[in-house]
């Protein structure tokens, strides 16, 4: 029996969940697996879901949770990480990984695990988006525009720039494992959360494979209101902006909703607490969250932000849906989906009664999207599950992981 090491960056639902429900299929084949974490933000997730958490230090503050969320958006390029806070990290992990006998390590986006990994030869599984990765920069295809595609691959695949305080964690350690940028962002073994269908890239890197769409599907019953406004003649829409807007831009989209002649169910009480299980308008319900999955079902079209797991929950209700990319990743998430045609992507000048208006009825009778969406979720459920096939590749050893790397997903 494999122990392995679940470490995600417990700041991050999205990641949270996707380690949670890879290390649930990791433990149906027999493995022992243990979480370790910084931040009580989401962890809890993990214990509901049955598994050992053992929290290590340095704890992460909210106001660093708050630095690291905005630099993994790129809002900033301040790095929330000191010298001081990613040594200590390390040598905790190390600790942990040495007193746990741990054998394999799967990861999301936790800086200090890249570090830990490699400097106690563990073999580093990592769960990741295909935006910002190896291929997509290879690739070319991360701007519209050709001559920005072009100038990120050449500066990219070239640079060498490490930062200062993994130079320094190398040194103390005494080993070398970056030599490029990008291998910054690569584990030993890179399982990617989406399909070829959308990215356009059919062959990917050696250490590189495909597993398909991995997201949230948390417990939850829908409130009783809905399936009575589903009855309604007027069509039922979901409207949600994640964790990445903000109040100024949720009003200003519930104005415009308020507008529409569609109903709005709203998980967004986040942003507007004081509507928390009441109306904004007639047309508009607020709620904490919804699962979305099951939502999924009733709606007749979603407006959405686009980060990946949110984007993926759309694909996967079969039906078309608009999406507001709130910062890089999520409109390159979103073009994906308008360049295969079950989406529209818009941006904040849209967001008016005539643009969103004409948006929403082309979704309703654009027979061409329509199908488009349909046959997206059909493909996708012919597929052996995300986490059951990042498992399978998880546990596998030797031979049997060379085949599943390198099969045609």
């Not at 390590?105 to 563990?122: D, E, P, Q």
């Not at 030993?188 to 495909?210: A, C, M, R, S, W």
Request: glycine share 4%; charged share 25%.
């Amino acid at each position: 029996m494999d122990t392995i090491l679940f470490a995600p960056e417990t700041i991050n639902l999205a990641e949270t969940t996707r380690m949670i429900e890879t290390a649930k299929a990791v433990r149906a084949r027999g493995e022992h697996c243990l979480f370790i974490a910084y931040s009580e933000k989401f962890s809890g997730l993990i214990e509901a879901a049955g598994f050992k958490l053992t929290y290590l230090h340095p704890k992460t503050t909210e106001k660093m949770a708050e630095e690291m969320l905005r630099f993994d958006q790129f809002k900033t390029l301040k790095n929330p990480f000191s010298k001081e806070l990613m040594e200590q990290r390390v040598a905790n992990e190390i600790d942990f990984i040495n007193q746990h006998n741990v054998t394999k390590i799967v990861t999301g986006t936790s800086m200090s695990i890249f570090l830990s990994a490699r400097i106690c030869r563990v073999p580093l599984f990592y769960i990741k988006p295909f935006a910002y990765s190896r291929p997509q920069i290879e690739a070319g295809n991360m701007f519209e525009s050709t001559l920005l595609n072009r100038g990120m691959r050449a500066i990219a695949l070239r640079l060498t720039y490490i930062p200062k305080m993994f130079r320094q964690v190398e040194k103390k350690y005494g080993i070398t494992i970056f030599k490029k940028t990008l291998e910054l962002f690569d584990g030993d073994f890179n399982l990617v959360t989406t399909i070829p269908t959308l990215t356009g890239v059919e062959q990917l890197p050696v250490d590189y494979q495909y597993v398909g769409f991995m997201y949230a599907n948390l417990p939850g019953k829908i409130p009783e209101e809905i399936y009575i406004l589903k009855k309604q003649i007027r069509p039922l829409v979901y409207f949600s902006m994640g964790s990445s807007s903000n109040r100024k831009l949720v009003e200003k989209f519930l104005t415009v909703l308020a507008k529409l002649p569609y109903i709005f169910v709203c998980p967004i009480a986040y942003y507007v607490p004081e509507f928390k299980n009441k109306k904004y308008a007639e047309n508009i319900y607020i709620y904490d969250w919804l699962p979305t999955e099951q939502m999924n079902k009733l709606i007749d079209f979603s407006i959405i932000h686009g980060g990946e797991g949110t984007v993926q929950t759309a694909c996967m209700s079969g039906k078309p849906f608009i999406g507001l990319g709130l910062q890089m990743e999520q409109r390159y998430n979103l073009r994906l989906c308008e360049i295969y045609g079950n989406a529209i992507q818009i941006r904040k000048r849209d967001i008016s009664v005539q643009s969103l208006t004409e948006k929403c009825e082309r979704l309703l009778q654009d027979s061409q999207m329509i199908d488009c969406a349909k046959k997206l979720k059909e493909q996708i459920l012919t597929r052996e599950p995300s986490t059951e096939y990042a498992a399978r590749i998880i546990c596998s050893a030797g031979s049997e992981m060379d085949r599943l790397m390198n099969e045609k997903f």
